[in-house]
């Protein structure tokens, strides 16, 4: 069959029309099922939050302090026992005044008294996690990240070995009981190496989610998925934390509240069908037939008596020379093309996640009520991807991904010119930074999904998760500097930002276009003419001058 003859996915099932009740099913419940993921992520903002305390005195027996402690306000209490949160006055042997050296202190040898004004616990307050361990909070953030990694990682090759279908549901039950299992932790190490898990599964539910839908869906309908449903799914689950967490004020219960969703979503298995593209790619054709007419039914719409024929399927699926054929990650660097989009991805990827957690979790450091402040950085995230769905198909893909990179780092740098004094003025800047780079967030997912081919789709955007949890792993560290020196996570987060804005310009444009399948259908970056032949090259510069690999433009 000649090339002039092959049909593509969209065009073989366009019959289906954009919106019917299949597609409207589909989108809404693999849309809810992102909520989970949307507060998941983010739910350390309030169990692994540092109350205020201060040193225990040795007499007391409870961790809320003495009797006298307790009718005296907080603050006072503290200010009474030492200078800081981390030593105290030596008492006299009556334990009732300061030893007469004023100055002589020691260490909190009896532990520390936790304020309860914003929470009953939380893992800090329950294992001393304050002073010489405070290392092990964004210690334990970092290792959900580090599972995030690893399921970014393997859950690519799963998907596309096992299918989607398989590995979304499998991922959204061990999010759920791993959440269950950790309200049980006795221990820090036991929530850390539980966090892991959890961290594991909610990315690895959200990519598959991400590529089951969009796989279903025309291009109009895939855009909408992502942006409306998908990215709205998980901006409703991030908005949904606060509300929960100002009821529920004790770290154990919250985590119960967050996981006990995810077993609703087990009966759906019966409604949502394995990607049909993905059957073909597997060489299945009476299965992605079966998924076919089924929403068709759904839509009740008439389909063709024969949907896929043979030649024009496994040509369109398949490379012609083998029945079938397994790729692996090696195949992300196979091709010049497909080699430079993973590199670039990787990079931008990994500065997006970095700056978008990093400020997400800063929502207990930002002034003012840590409830408020974790609403308004969810209800931002929602109203962008409305705003992004709206420009998505008014400009070129590299230039928006550009324009809201390069505004987020601007607001983030100048940050540095605001004085001291105006802590209002910086976590203005800090939310309208938030909104550029929110848009980026939920826009890569879109970019990036019509940038990889179908055989290797979930493993090139499983490559690229798991580079944005080297970022997400990297963040807490860098707020947790933010002890030393306030200004300096905004300016690490607003340099990569403007970095990854430049990087962008380089992705080829994909609007109006349709999704590739095969790795030769996988589009080019931008074009530099070298000696009269058109070159796929990373350029460079060096005193003003462009080179590609070697030779001058």
Same mark, same amino acid.
């Given at each position: 069959?000649?090339?002039?003859?092959?049909?593509?996915?969209?065009?073989?099932?366009?019959?289906?029309?954009?919106?019917?009740?299949?597609?409207?099913?589909?989108?809404?419940?693999?849309?809810?099922?992102?909520?989970?993921?949307?507060?998941?992520?983010?739910?350390?903002?309030?169990?692994?939050?540092?109350?205020?305390?201060?040193?225990?005195?040795?007499?007391?027996?409870?961790?809320?302090?003495?009797?006298?402690? +307790?009718? #005296?306000?907080?603050?006072?209490?503290?200010?009474?026992?030492?200078?800081?949160?981390?030593?105290?006055?030596?008492?006299?042997?009556?334990?009732?005044?300061?030893?007469?050296?004023?100055?002589?202190?020691?260490?909190?040898?009896?532990?520390?008294?936790?304020?309860?004004?914003?929470?009953?616990?939380?893992?800090?307050?329950?294992?001393?996690?304050?002073?010489?361990?405070?290392?092990?909070?964004?210690?334990?953030?970092?290792?959900?990240?580090?599972?995030?990694?690893?399921?970014?990682?393997?859950?690519?090759?799963?998907?596309?070995?096992?299918?989607?279908?398989?590995?979304?549901?499998?991922?959204?039950?061990?999010?759920?009981?791993?959440?269950?299992?950790?309200?049980?932790?006795?221990?820090?190490?036991?929530?850390?190496? =539980?966090?892991?898990?959890?961290?594991?599964?909610?990315?690895?539910?959200?990519?598959?989610?991400?590529?089951?839908?969009?796989?279903?869906?025309?291009?109009?309908?895939?855009?909408?998925?992502?942006?409306?449903?998908?990215?709205?799914?998980?901006?409703?689950?991030?908005?949904?934390?606060?509300?929960?967490?100002?009821?529920?004020?004790?770290?154990?219960?919250?985590?119960?509240?967050?996981?006990?969703?995810?077993?609703?979503?087990?009966?759906?298995?019966?409604?949502?069908?394995?990607?049909?593209?993905?059957?073909?790619?597997?060489?299945?054709?009476?299965?992605?037939?079966?998924?076919?007419?089924?929403?068709?039914?759904?839509?009740?719409?008439?389909?063709?008596?024969?949907?896929?024929?043979?030649?024009?399927?496994?040509?369109?699926?398949?490379?012609?020379?083998?029945?079938? +054929?397994?790729?692996?990650?090696?195949?992300?660097?196979?091709?010049?093309?497909?080699?430079?989009?993973?590199?670039?991805?990787?990079?931008?990827?990994?500065?997006?996640?970095?700056?978008?957690?990093?400020?997400?979790?800063?929502?207990? #450091?930002?002034?003012?009520?840590?409830?408020?402040?974790?609403?308004?950085?969810?209800?931002?995230?929602?109203?962008?991807?409305?705003?992004?769905?709206? =420009?998505?198909?008014?400009?070129?893909?590299?230039?928006?991904?550009?324009?809201?990179?390069?505004?987020?780092?601007?607001?983030?740098?100048?940050?540095?010119?605001?004085?001291?004094?105006?802590?209002?003025?910086? +976590?203005?800047?800090?939310?309208?930074?938030?909104?550029?780079?929110?848009?980026?967030?939920?826009?890569?997912?879109?970019?990036?999904?019509?940038?990889?081919?179908?055989?290797?789709?979930?493993?090139?955007?499983?490559?690229?998760?798991?580079?944005?949890?080297?970022?997400?792993?990297?963040?807490?560290?860098?707020?947790?500097?933010?002890?030393?020196?306030?200004?300096?996570?905004?300016?690490?987060?607003?340099?990569?930002?403007?970095?990854?804005?430049?990087?962008?310009?380089?992705?080829?444009?994909?609007?109006?276009?349709?999704?590739?399948?095969?790795?030769?259908?996988?589009?080019?970056?931008?074009?530099?003419?070298?000696?009269?032949?058109?070159?796929?090259?990373?350029?460079?510069?060096?005193?003003?001058?462009?080179?590609?690999?070697?030779?001058?433009?």
């Amino acid at each position: 069959m000649s090339n002039g003859n092959i049909r593509d996915f969209d065009e073989i099932t366009s019959f289906l029309g954009d919106y019917g009740l299949f597609q409207i099913l589909v989108m809404v419940l693999l849309s809810v099922s992102t909520m989970p993921a949307g507060y998941m992520g983010v739910i350390v903002v309030f169990v692994s939050d540092t109350p205020e305390h201060y040193c225990r005195s040795p007499n007391s027996s409870s961790r809320n302090g003495t009797e006298w402690e +307790q009718e #005296n306000g907080f603050h006072d209490r503290g200010s009474w026992m030492g200078p800081g949160s981390c030593s105290r006055y030596k008492l006299n042997e009556n334990w009732t005044e300061k030893a007469a050296g004023f100055n002589d202190t020691e260490q909190c040898l009896d532990g520390w008294v936790f304020s309860t004004d914003k929470y009953t616990t939380t893992i800090v307050s329950e294992w001393d996690l304050v002073c010489d361990n405070a290392w092990k909070v964004p210690f334990s953030t970092s290792f959900f990240f580090v599972g995030a990694l690893i399921g970014s990682f393997i859950s690519g090759h799963l998907s596309d070995r096992f299918g989607r279908k398989p590995v979304f549901f499998f991922t959204m039950i061990l999010q759920t009981v791993t959440a269950l299992i950790q309200v049980t932790s006795v221990s820090w190490v036991m929530f850390t190496i =539980l966090n892991c898990l959890r961290g594991l599964g909610q990315i690895s539910n959200f990519i598959a989610s991400l590529v089951l839908g969009s796989e279903m869906l025309s291009k109009s309908a895939r855009v909408t998925y992502i942006l409306l449903g998908h990215s709205l799914g998980f901006g409703f689950g991030y908005a949904l934390l606060p509300l929960f967490a100002y009821f529920i004020r004790g770290w154990r219960m919250l985590l119960v509240a967050a996981a006990l969703p995810g077993f609703l979503f087990i009966p759906t298995w019966c409604l949502i069908p394995e990607s049909p593209r993905w059957l073909l790619q597997k060489g299945r054709v009476e299965e992605a037939e079966l998924v076919i007419r089924k929403a068709a039914q759904w839509n009740r719409v008439p389909a063709p008596e024969v949907i896929f024929r043979a030649g024009d399927c496994l040509e369109l699926m398949q490379n012609k020379d083998e029945e079938e +054929q397994t790729y692996t990650y090696m195949d992300l660097m196979r091709t010049h093309n497909i080699r430079n989009i993973t590199i670039l991805g990787v990079f931008i990827w990994i500065s997006v996640a970095m700056v978008y957690y990093g400020l997400s979790l800063n929502s207990s #450091n930002l002034h003012g009520n840590i409830y408020l402040n974790c609403f308004i950085s969810a209800a931002i995230d929602i109203v962008v991807y409305v705003a992004t769905w709206l =420009l998505i198909d008014r400009a070129p893909r590299p230039t928006l991904l550009f324009t809201t990179l390069m505004f987020c780092g601007i607001m983030l740098l100048v940050i540095k010119l605001v004085p001291e004094d105006m802590p209002i003025m910086v +976590q203005v800047l800090a939310l309208v930074g938030k909104t550029g780079v929110s848009a980026a967030y939920c826009f890569i997912y879109v970019f990036f999904t019509e940038l990889m081919p179908t055989v290797v789709r979930n493993m090139g955007l499983g490559i690229c998760a798991t580079a944005a949890r080297i970022g997400a792993i990297i963040c807490p560290y860098l707020l947790y500097m933010g002890l030393y020196s306030k200004i300096l996570p905004y300016i690490i987060f607003g340099t990569a930002s403007i970095m990854a804005a430049a990087v962008s310009m380089l992705l080829p444009d994909t609007r109006n276009s349709k999704l590739p399948d095969l790795l030769i259908q996988t589009k080019h970056i931008r074009r530099y003419a070298v000696d009269g032949r058109t070159e796929f090259r990373f350029p460079f510069y060096f005193n003003g001058v462009m080179f590609v690999d070697g030779s001058t433009l």
